[in-house]
């Protein structure tokens, strides 16, 4: 049985969520949004203002999405730049940094990203709200993307696309 506004427990995700010292508040609304959904969240930090290097939370929220620890994962930077560039170096993540409603429906739903990138100082927490709710419900679309997906797979083995 479930409360109103959560999600029966087939559909609840496990988003493991992490943050430069660039979007701690974001990821802490974040955080509440998520949970509210009835999602399970694993907020992975940081929780300061200290300066943090980027790498080690995509390395941290990349590799659980990859054993299988968390289904999707959310990473904040100040650009998200970095994080973008850092996390689609961990073999099997494919993530999308995304601004706008039309990123995140192309990241999700032709791309079949498993984590979000956001950009703390770009964009609004109202509007990182509504990318991540939508980002939360698009389904991956399938057929010719697979295919594509499946060359990525391919890239990441160091194969030849011909």
Known sequence: MTSAGSQPEEHKLRIAI??????????????NYINGLGHIVDDRGTN?????????????VGRRVVTGQADRGIIIGGSGQ??????????????????SLFEVEISRG?????????????????????????????????GV????LDQ??????????S
Request: net charge negative; with cysteine.
């Open 82 to 99: 970095g994080e973008h560039i850092a996390c689609n170096k961990i073999r099997g993540i494919r993530a999308g940094l995304c601004g």
């Open 110 to 142: 032709n791309n079949n990203s498993n984590v979000l990138v956001l950009a703390a100082k770009i964009i609004s927490n109202e509007l990182a709200r509504q990318l991540t709710a939508t980002w939360l419900t698009t389904p991956f679309k399938g």
């Open 18 to 31: 992490a943050a430069d010292h660039n979007g701690v508040q974001m990821k802490d609304l974040l955080v």
């Open 48 to 60: 300061g203002t200290d300066i943090v290097d980027y790498p080690i939370l995509c390395s941290d």
């Open 152 to 161: 990525i797979a391919l890239l990441e083995d160091g194969q030849e696309l």
């Open 145 to 148: 993307h697979q295919h594509r």
